[in-house]
């Protein structure tokens, strides 16, 4: 079994590449251990290999696993899922998968603003946050409008605006449709610290179980198999989505997870193998 391992570029992969490149490290050697022969592809890869391991966001690559996967080659994620992780993609999906979120629109002009409740947060709509304000906190509409026209200064042209939910904020990690670990942000570890905008968490109950089938719902509807996400837990227990991350560092699991995501490869391209042989 040849493996292929792809790294996600560092710009896109702010304030994580560390952790980013820690996790493929350690699938890495999770996968020698099961007995894969494994090649640092980087910035290109063999097409003869059995699958692709890889965190890319890169639309070149991207294309280029596309290719691979329709001679035959197992991608983990797939290119169409991790191309459905941009931030609009997702959340007009997991609306119309009926996967709990915030209420949110999409915002083109700052006028829209005014009619819209507070406060809320204000985020890039194309792709993925590669910068600390891509995703900002609104107390009001004047607030909104300024983050709005900073966006727009940095050449991005559409934002979501999307309804603070009050609650703790959850962090969650899945790999294919049956490990799933979910757990309190660490205050200031993560990529911008906004989780801090959240305040203490207050511990409010919630079902585990639940969470775990609306992300996994999530997931189906995008098409991820390694993924992540955060949601909200507000004081009812009632839970909302409000990111998906295809294949996170997995800092907080980091070793369990990699024998996880190493054991779902080496299933995924035995699997395939048989159906191969009838």
Same mark, same amino acid.
């Given at each position: 079994?040849?493996?292929?391992?792809?790294?996600?570029?560092?710009?896109?992969?702010?304030?994580?590449?560390?952790?980013? /490149?820690?996790?493929?490290?350690?699938?890495?050697?999770?996968?020698?251990?099961?007995?894969?022969?494994?090649?640092? =592809?980087?910035?290109?890869?063999?097409?003869?290999?059995? /699958?692709?391991?890889?965190?890319?966001?890169?639309?070149?690559?991207? #294309?280029?696993?596309?290719? /691979?996967? =329709?001679?035959?080659?197992?991608?983990?994620?797939?290119?169409?899922?991790?191309?459905?992780?941009?931030?609009?993609l997702f959340m007009k999906m997991l609306k119309q998968a009926g996967v709990p979120q915030p209420p949110f629109r999409i915002?083109?002009?700052?006028?829209?603003?005014?009619?819209?409740?507070?406060?809320?947060?204000?985020?890039?709509?194309?792709?993925?946050?590669?910068? #600390?304000?891509?995703?900002?906190? $609104?107390?009001? $509409?004047?607030? =909104?409008?300024?983050?709005?026209?900073?966006?727009?200064?940095?050449?991005?042209?559409? /934002?979501?605006?999307?309804?603070?939910?009050?609650?703790?904020?959850?962090?969650?990690? $899945?790999?294919?449709?049956?490990?799933?670990?979910?757990?309190?942000?660490?205050?200031? #570890?993560?990529?911008?610290?906004?989780? $801090?905008?959240?305040?203490?968490?207050?511990?409010?109950?919630?079902?585990?179980?639940?969470? #775990?089938?609306?992300?996994?719902?999530?997931?189906?509807?995008?098409?991820?198999?390694?993924?992540?996400?955060?949601?909200?837990?507000?004081?009812?227990?009632?839970?909302?989505?409000?990111?998906?991350?295809?294949?996170p560092s997995f800092s907080a699991v980091r070793s369990e997870a990699a024998e996880e995501i190493a054991k779902h490869i080496?299933?995924?391209?035995?699997?395939?193998?048989?159906?191969?042989?009838?």
């Open positions: 079994m040849k493996i292929a391992i792809i790294a996600r570029s560092t710009k896109d992969s702010p304030n994580m590449v560390a952790k980013d /490149a820690a996790i493929l490290e350690s699938v890495s050697r999770e996968l020698e251990t099961l007995g894969a022969v494994i090649v640092n =592809a980087e910035e290109d890869f063999e097409e003869e290999c059995d /699958a692709v391991c890889h965190m890319s966001r890169s639309a070149d690559i991207l #294309k280029k696993l596309r290719k /691979a996967e =329709a001679k035959g080659v197992t991608v983990i994620n797939n290119p169409e899922s991790v191309e459905r992780c941009s931030r609009i915002i083109e002009d700052a006028d829209e603003l005014d009619t819209l409740h507070y406060p809320a947060w204000i985020k890039k709509a194309e792709g993925w946050s590669c910068h #600390k304000d891509d995703v900002a906190y $609104a107390c009001n $509409a004047n607030e =909104a409008k300024a983050i709005l026209e900073q966006m727009h200064r940095r050449g991005i042209g559409r /934002a979501i605006y999307s309804k603070h939910i009050e609650g703790d904020l959850i962090k969650f990690y $899945a790999v294919g449709h049956d490990w799933f670990y979910s757990c309190y942000p660490e205050q200031g #570890k993560t990529k911008f610290g906004l989780e $801090a905008l959240n305040g203490t968490p207050e511990h409010y109950p919630f079902d585990c179980g639940e969470l #775990k089938r609306i992300a996994g719902k999530a997931a189906e509807a995008i098409g991820v198999e390694i993924y992540g996400g955060d949601c909200i837990v507000d004081k009812a227990g009632n839970i909302y989505i409000i990111d998906i991350n295809d294949f080496a299933n995924t391209v035995k699997k395939k193998r048989d159906e191969a042989r009838g």
